[in-house]
């Protein structure tokens, strides 16, 4: 199982400011991609939409491969993602194999699901992504949003499921699942940016059916 998840703030001032940037485009796309976004109509949401992808793959592959580096321009999306709020499907090339994603785009956030190719589970994955209140801690948010979901999933009391990451050098941290004191075999891949959250996993073992999707401050509970 290996399953990546990122998100993109589309109204955080960094990536307004960098979605529209060639220098910057120049830096994380590939050529083919380089002249979707010069000739699209909305380059800051493709620019972004196609680094979600990247980001999320990248994820992925870490949790099997071990320690990678993020180089963006040598990871491949096939085809130019259709513009306007809405959900993509695709394949992208890496240095690691090909994978395939799920874009889901508003106007405001991108959040993309990514997976190997031989390993499509996509579908199977839960996930959910909210907006935060202003100014908190969006590591510390994400992982306690994910503990309770997981801990809803399994059936378990919620103080039972702790979340850790591995900060290990060149890659992106993979989140460790512990039910009590035990490692449990979860795929989880968490993403914070800006106003936003997201989680996505996987488990062997399933006792719910887990809602997934957008949900904003002050509206119903995520699980």
């Not at 993602?81 to 890496?94: F, K, L, Q, S, Y």
């Not at 309770?148 to 103080?159: F, W």
């Not at 512990?178 to 997201?198: C, I, K, M, T």
């Amino acid at each position: 199982m290996a399953v990546g998840n990122d998100l993109v703030d589309l109204a955080d001032p960094f990536a307004r400011r960098k979605g529209v940037c060639r220098r910057y485009a120049s830096r994380v796309l590939g050529p083919r991609e380089l002249e979707w976004w010069e000739r699209s109509g909305d380059p800051a949401l493709l620019l972004w939409t196609l680094w979600s992808v990247k980001e999320a793959a990248y994820k992925a592959f870490g949790k099997i491969t071990g320690p990678i580096p993020f180089l963006p321009k040598t990871m491949v999306v096939m085809e130019k993602p259709a513009e306007g709020p809405r959900e993509t499907r695709g394949i992208a090339e890496t240095p690691w194999g090909r994978a395939v994603f799920r874009s889901l785009r508003r106007e405001d956030c991108i959040h993309t699901l990514c997976a190997p190719a031989w390993d499509d589970v996509l579908d199977e994955t839960r996930w959910h992504v909210a907006e935060t209140a202003p100014g908190g801690d969006g590591s510390r948010e994400v992982r306690r949003a994910a503990e309770r979901a997981l801990a809803r999933h399994l059936g378990v009391n919620e103080k039972d499921i702790r979340v850790l990451r591995d900060r290990g050098a060149g890659t992106s941290p993979v989140p460790r699942v512990f039910l009590g004191q035990r490692e449990f075999p979860a795929d989880l891949s968490l993403s914070h940016d800006g106003r936003y959250v997201a989680w996505a996993f996987r488990t062997p073992a399933r006792r719910r059916d887990l809602h997934r999707g957008f949900s904003a401050r002050n509206s119903a509970p995520m699980v």
